[in-house]
């Protein structure tokens, strides 16, 4: 069975940081790419940044680039979302995702609230 779970997120101050981690099980970890997405209140679930399988190729959103880092752990099954210099846009639920056989699989979410 597929399991998601993301955990790490928090109330920050602007300027902050955060690391985001994403555990995955019941599928082999190192053969799909993996993405976090986020979801703000009352917007639409946007792509953040994406990982090759290996780990060698990542994409970033304009938005986030410079700030944020994409990375896995194959080890671990772990993928990571470090988030550096956070501003009250980047307020959102942060989900993992990855796609297979045209399926989309989702963790719960986690809460990132960047507030003074």
């Known amino acids: 069975q597929v399991r998601l779970v993301e955990s790490g997120g928090g109330l920050v101050q602007p300027g902050g940081s955060l690391r985001l981690s994403c555990a995955a099980s019941g599928f082999t970890f190192s053969s799909y790419a993996m993405s976090w997405y986020r979801q703000g209140l009352g917007k639409e679930r946007e792509l953040v940044a994406g990982?090759?399988?290996?780990?060698?190729?990542?994409t970033y959103a304009d938005s986030i680039k410079g700030r944020f880092t994409i990375s896995r752990d194959i080890a671990k099954n772990t993928l990571y979302l470090q988030m550096n210099r956070l501003k009250p846009e980047d307020t959102a639920v942060y989900y993992c995702n990855f796609r297979r056989y045209g399926v989309n699989y989702w963790g719960q979410g986690t809460q990132v609230t960047v507030s003074s």
């Open positions: 990982i090759s399988g290996d780990g060698g190729s990542t």
